[in-house]
DNA sequence: AGGGCGCGATTTTTT
DNA sequence: ATCGCGCCCT
């Protein structure tokens, strides 16, 4: 912050330190920006974005990729910090849902309908096991779970099933492994999807590609539209996404301007697929472009222990961008390491540590993270926190949309929607069960691929015997009946009658046990979250004002979202989550534990140089999440696969100097009361959703006002005509209680208030959409 | 059509 | 140990 100019610059120029400051305003041309962790990553991202507003670029010639949802809104929230609500107009989100986006509009050039659907990966093994049935292969052999990855890989390589044909190294593959047909399921998979009218996730980046790959002037239209792109996590992409990237900005007489942001010692995808060359090369790449490289050097979030240690550990990978990472943080403690005898005292130590630090530092159980290499390490961590009454939450395992009766009711959401999505109904022609068993299911199935058609569309041709053709047309009504409850009417509405009449609440209402219970409660949960997703009237920061309450509309919204993306943040607890979860958070303490070979690293990299530099990456990133205090540990013995086995440390540990360590023991005298309330969750295995209804895709923020003096009550509430609110109004919101009018912009349906709420303690001023609001004018 | 039993696998995971 | 899947029996 030495520039003497510094006075002239805007405010959030001078928040930066001189790196990050050229990293901002270098607009023009591409730039490399190489971000060690805790270096103000996604702070220069952000400032640039609002730089490039500020600098008078329209925001929707920006175009922002990420990997996840939440990357992508904490960039926007940021974003609308510097430059307000223009945010909102720049294109920023995943790759996935920003080509979901562009394919929806562009279908009709590639074939597909604009209501798309999008197939998961269960539903990817799904029509793969229909299609190894039909083909008559051995399952065994034919294992869908290597097809998918397969197949996927294939995908992420731009390798479509006609080029696959053409590769003989990759059919050698097939036939060594015993799996010569495998391009023909390829083959059959992709037609499948196409005639579904469905894409799986690697379809929305492939056919991102070939649109603009076969379509010159489509391909233009992006060119021209998106002047300037930045990616985040670029050592996460994976060829194909840099493949599009490339499309986008690499031709002759390009502007050029792409900024990347990454960091090669971060990339722990590649086993799905992302390739650190990408980012290794990418100089080389733009070189003719005059490309410029930044170096955030600069850690602010950690002490020189833990920075030193995890330098000295990276050193022992090859292959990488040569920097020196350095912290701001003075040298603060030791990094301290637990040598248990047996995995349970493992446990028990971590927790013991936990406690201890707590008292002497006087931290909050949310500033610690117990990380593990694999999930299954969890449950150990758990039972000695819940013995010492230490809430903590779980992150991993089974999500929300994940469970078979919210994916039930999805299914017939679905097919309400598009009906030729033959894994939706496949999951539920019988389910509640009415009659149309395996036999008549494959009949189906036979049929209709005999006659190229989906199996909604062989339906009404199966000839299945008179009592079961009836069965077949009753469900074709009931479908029908769907379709148009979906066409007609909102989201909630059409679900909740779909819902009630396919006789799935009733099935799950019929089940009495607390497992059924709490089935039951899921579905009514989703249904809350789609009568949120129709009645929100709150616009969110970055959000484009949307008047779509479809249907169709709630289904593409949850299609790309997790309920990671919405986890709360309220509570005090310990967080407990697999390193790769860890990526891109921080702790004032960390524990990463398991350290041993076979585990940390994985018994699965051992054999491959490539594969343990991952490993180590993969510490390198769990090291780095630690504030103040780090704790690295592993036990002697540990119960592995039901049997307890003997190990050794990780060969990590000694590449770490000693002079970071302090071995010493940490007993010294130490307070075994209790702290903190006991509100763990309900099982050993549960995940953050426990009991969370999923909040909309749309919208996010229902945290409950508090009640105070002036608040709505829903029995005499009567909303006002939204064409008559206008700025300066008191209003009353049927959720927020009293406000006043701040203004009003938009026009038509579109039209937003923005609206003071005194009575809320965060977020008081709202965005809120006039079409949906439910607002009462007092005054 | 559904329940029960036995066998095999079991890193990491956004979208 | 634990869970999911597939097969077989009722």
Not at 514 to 533: M, S
Not at 544 to 552: F, P
Not at 722 to 735: D, S, T
Request: hydrophobic residues 35%; neutral net charge; glycine residues 6%.
């Amino acid at each position: 912050m030495s520039d003497l100019k510094i006075h002239d610059q805007p405010a959030y120029l001078q928040q930066l330190n001189e790196v990050q400051r050229q990293a901002v305003t270098t607009t023009e041309g591409p730039v490399l920006v190489v971000a060690g962790p805790g270096s103000g990553k996604t702070r220069v991202l952000t400032f640039r974005i609002a730089h490039l507003i500020q600098q008078g670029v329209p925001p929707w010639e920006i175009l922002a990729l990420t990997f996840t949802n939440k990357a992508a809104r904490e960039m926007k929230e940021r974003i609308e910090r510097v430059v307000g609500e223009r945010a909102s107009r720049v294109w920023a989100g995943t790759f996935h849902s920003i080509f979901a986006r562009i394919l929806r509009i562009e279908a009709d050039k590639i074939g597909y309908p604009s209501d798309f659907t999008i197939y998961d990966t269960d539903d990817t093994k799904s029509v793969l096991g229909a299609i190894i049935t039909e083909m008559g292969l051995n399952k065994d052999q034919y294992n869908v779970n290597f097809l998918r990855n397969r197949i996927s890989s294939a995908k992420s390589n731009l390798i479509t099933p006609k080029l696959y044909r053409t590769r003989n190294d990759l059919l050698d593959e097939d036939h060594m492994a015993q799996r010569p047909r495998t391009v023909e399921v390829y083959e059959k998979y992709m037609a499948r999807c196409k005639r579904s009218g469905a894409m799986d996730f690697d379809d929305l980046l492939l056919r991102m590609f070939e649109l603009l790959q076969n379509h010159p002037d489509v391909c233009d239209k992006y060119r021209q539209r998106f002047r300037y792109l930045l990616v985040d996590e670029f050592q996460d992409t994976n060829f194909l996404q840099y493949a599009i990237v490339r499309k986008l900005v690499h031709y002759p007489g390009s502007p050029c301007n792409i900024c990347v942001v990454g960091d090669d010692a971060q990339s722990i995808y590649g086993f799905r697929g992302a390739t650190i060359r990408n980012i290794l090369e990418f100089e080389s790449d733009f070189k003719n472009f005059g490309i410029k490289v930044f170096k955030l050097e600069a850690n602010y979030r950690s002490t020189e222990h833990i920075v030193q240690a995890a330098n000295e550990l990276i050193a022992h990978n090859t292959r990488q961008i040569p920097k020196t990472i350095y912290s701001q943080k003075g040298p603060g403690e030791r990094i301290k390491l637990i040598r248990a005898m047996t995995d349970s005292e493992e446990g028990r130590r971590v927790a013991d540590t936990i406690l201890e630090l707590k008292n002497r530092h006087h931290l909050r159980n949310s500033d610690f993270a117990i990380l593990y290499r694999t999930n299954a390490q969890s449950r150990i961590f758990e039972e000695h926190l819940r013995h010492y009454n230490i809430p903590y939450r779980v992150f991993g395992g089974m999500s929300f949309y994940q469970r078979k009766e919210i994916k039930d009711l999805i299914a017939y959401l679905r097919l309400a929607v598009n009906p030729r999505d033959d894994e939706a109904l496949r999951r539920i022609i019988n389910y509640p069960r009415r009659g149309i068993g395996n036999t008549t299911l494959d009949k189906l199935g036979n049929l209709a691929s005999q006659l190229d058609l989906t199996m909604w569309e062989a339906l009404p041709r199966l000839d299945a015997g008179t009592r079961t053709n009836t069965l077949l047309q009753e469900f074709r009504h009931l479908i029908e009946s769907f379709q148009q409850k979906a066409a007609q009417t909102d989201a909630y509405t059409a679900a909740s009658y779909i819902a009630q009449h396919s006789g799935l609440l009733k099935e799950l209402g019929a089940d009495k046990t607390p497992e059924g219970l709490q089935r039951f409660e899921n579905v009514t949960g989703l249904l809350d979250g789609i009568k949120a997703f129709v009645e929100n009237d709150v616009l969110e920061t970055g959000q484009e004002a949307s008047t779509d309450r479809s249907l169709a509309a709630y289904l593409q919204n949850i299609a790309l979202v997790t309920d990671l993306d919405q986890a709360d943040d309220d509570g005090d607890y310990v967080t407990l989550m697999s390193v790769h979860s860890a990526k891109g958070l921080e702790f004032k303490s960390v524990f990463v534990t398991g350290l041993e070979e076979q585990l940390f690293p994985s018994y699965l990299s051992l054999d491959s140089p490539e594969a343990i530099d991952e490993e180590r990456r993969l510490l390198y990133v769990a090291i780095t999440r630690a504030e103040q205090f780090l704790t690295l540990s592993f036990a002697h013995s540990r119960y592995r696969y039901g049997q307890q086995r003997m190990c050794e440390p990780s060969r990590f540990l000694s590449e770490i100097a000693p002079e970071h360590l302090d071995q010493t023991s940490p007993h010294g005298s130490l307070s075994r009361a209790p702290f903190g309330r006991f509100e763990n969750r309900m099982g050993p295995r549960s995940t953050q959703t426990q009991s969370a209804p999923p909040r909309s895709g749309v919208s996010g923020n229902f945290k409950k006002p508090r009640q105070q003096t002036l608040r709505a009550d829903p029995a005499t509430f009567k909303p006002s005509p939204p064409e008559a609110i206008q700025p300066g109004m008191k209003v009353l919101h049927l959720q927020f209680g009293e406000g006043k009018v701040l203004k009003v912009d938009g026009a038509r349906d579109k039209r937003v208030a923005t609206v003071f709420f005194p009575d809320l303690d965060t977020d008081q001023e709202k965005r809120i959409m006039l079409k949906f609001a439910k607002m009462q004018i007092i005054s």
